[in-house]
Nanobody, 124 residues
Framework: VQLQASGGGLVQARGSLRLSCTSSGRTFSNSAWFRQAPGKEREFVAAARWSRGSTHYADSVKGRFTISRDSAKSTVYLQMDSLKPEDTAVYYC????????????????????WGQGTQVTVSS
């Protein structure tokens, strides 16, 4: 199974971008987005437990980012609005069909499949 992330680019502060993560014809019970800025560790951004209908966001993006999916297209999206320079990072999508409890959704090691990353650069 491969995940393909796309949609990154260069945008001005307060702008928007929509990232896409397409799997090879498979849907997963849980999806997530992480990001890694230069010189920093990978950090959690957003997750969704589709079967439970629950979404989870890092405090830094809450109210600005939205995770969603189109099951028919096996695609997960991350809509990013009101972007800030500190959102600059490589964004990675991740997925797993294993059961996740709330306290696990933000931990990278719980996800089995990863996309290759897409660069998002926000200029001030």
């Amino acid at each position: 199974v491969q995940l393909q992330a796309s949609g990154g680019g260069l945008v001005q502060a307060r702008g928007s971008l929509r990232l896409s993560c397409t799997s090879s014809g498979r849907t997963f019970s849980n999806s997530a987005w992480f990001r890694q800025a230069p010189g920093k560790e990978r950090e959690f951004v957003a997750a969704a437990r589709w079967s439970r209908g629950s979404t989870h966001y890092a405090d830094s993006v809450k109210g600005r980012f939205t995770i969603s999916r189109d099951s028919a297209k096996s695609t997960v999206y991350l809509q990013m609005d009101s972007l800030k320079p500190e959102d600059t990072a490589v964004y990675y999508c991740a997925a797993t069909s294993a059961g996740l409890i709330t306290s696990s959704v933000a931990t990278a090691r719980h996800y089995d499949y990863w996309g290759q990353g897409t660069q998002v650069t926000v200029s001030s």
